[in-house]
């Protein structure tokens, strides 16, 4: 089952550059399936075991994801956009928009409001199949360690006070009706102004999606003994006026300054566990007295979690400047 859920996580990876090259013609089951040198049959009943749903439905609410944000952020016409995402006149992508999403995409265009897209499935994670990392690769890369002035801004999220860990925090979210992971995630790709958003159709992975701490004195004891709860969103501008799922929380976070660890681009498979050790080690062993500085445990204070291996791994941390004792 490893190896099919690598072999389906490459097809996956290829349809979603596929759609955002509008090349339907390697879109096909029989091309994608002689890609990996399988009967058509034998890959659609994979892809479905380990998915939970078929090819073509899955191709399809992708589509359509891709097509939404066209019409919420472009001004080509609904026609040229149906047409781009392979539907056959614009009255198949009306009935096909509305049936997915209760609106049609003129009526959406007028006023995006949050709504599910189908978001990418991951069904190849070393972390959720307990397989660890080959290790074959160690980079030889050093933690960046830097600080940064933030500005105001505000953090669209849904947080979980029970949790322990992202995987923990999504087994629990399960459990509450309509903050599973792809109703929470497919509401946040909805979201326009997202400002971490560089394209990307991975939660969490440049979609503007990510992972966040915040300073809490009803939330867990962290390692570092801080009260914190954890959280997962989206960063939006500080003027941000749309509308909020009534599953989640829309939070004012005021301009601040933070300390950043950050490791460059690496290989997931082989090297995440070491990258996160040597993040780890390098915000365990940083001397904040002697920079200045401290961690800022305020009620409210925020710390985001990024996790793009192509990119970077980092943490933000929030920080303040110490006092000097202006009396000696």
Known sequence: ?????????????????????????????????????????????????????????????????????????????????????????????????????????????????????????????????????????????????????????????????????????????????????ETICGLLDSVKGKLDDDGGSDSNCGAGQIMAYINDPAGRLCDWGIPRVECYGCRLSADYNGEVPEQMILTDIPDGEYIVFEHGPFDYEQECNSVEEKIEAAMSSFDYQKAGYCLDTTQGRIMYFYFNPGMYFKYIRPVRKIQKDTDK
């Not at 928009?97 to 070393?126: A, H, M, Q």
């Not at 199949?129 to 999220?157: Q, W």
Request: with cysteine.
């Open 1 to 181: 089952m490893y190896e099919w859920q690598k072999q389906i996580q490459a097809i996956v990876d290829e349809i979603d550059e596929c759609i955002k090259k509008y090349d339907d013609d390697a879109l096909t089951l029989s091309s994608l399936a002689a890609k990996l040198g399988y009967s058509e049959f034998h890959m659609t009943r994979k892809f479905k075991e380990i998915s939970g749903m078929s090819f073509k439905d899955y191709l399809r609410n992708r589509k359509l994801a891709f097509a939404l944000k066209e019409v919420r952020d472009s001004e080509k016409s609904i026609l040229d956009i149906a047409l781009s995402y392979g539907f056959s006149s614009n009255e198949s992508f009306t009935r096909s928009f509305k049936g997915s999403y209760g609106v049609t995409p003129s009526e959406y265009r007028k006023n995006p409001k949050p709504v599910v897209l189908r978001t990418k499935i991951n069904p190849f994670d070393r972390y959720l199949l307990g397989l660890g990392e080959i290790g074959m690769i160690k980079s030889t890369d050093d933690v960046k360690i830097y600080f940064v002035t933030i500005p105001a801004h505000k953090f669209l999220h849904v947080r979980n006070y029970e949790s322990n860990g992202y995987w923990d925090f999504w087994q629990k979210q399960s459990l509450i009706p309509g903050q599973d992971c």
